[in-house]
């Protein structure tokens, strides 16, 4: 892309980015839409809700390491 007369570095450089993203506006949206999801997912299954996050006393050690 080529600088435009007078325009000043940073202008060009927002002129291009503009250009770059305005092909993909949206369209996260649309690729988050298809994306496959489980129904039945632990963290936000509405019939699983009542139970606990985790299960007892897993990742203990990962949990330690983090603390110390």
């Known amino acids: 892309m080529p600088l435009l007369y007078g325009e000043g570095e940073v202008k060009a450089f ?26 039945e997912a632990p963290f936000n299954a509405y019939d699983r809700q009542d139970e606990p996050a985790c299960l007892r006393n897993t990742r203990v050690d990962l949990l330690q390491e983090i603390y110390d």
């Open 14 to 39: 927002q002129r291009l980015r503009e250009a770059i993203d305005k092909p993909s506006k949206g369209l996260e949206k649309d690729l988050l839409r298809h994306l496959p999801y489980a129904d």
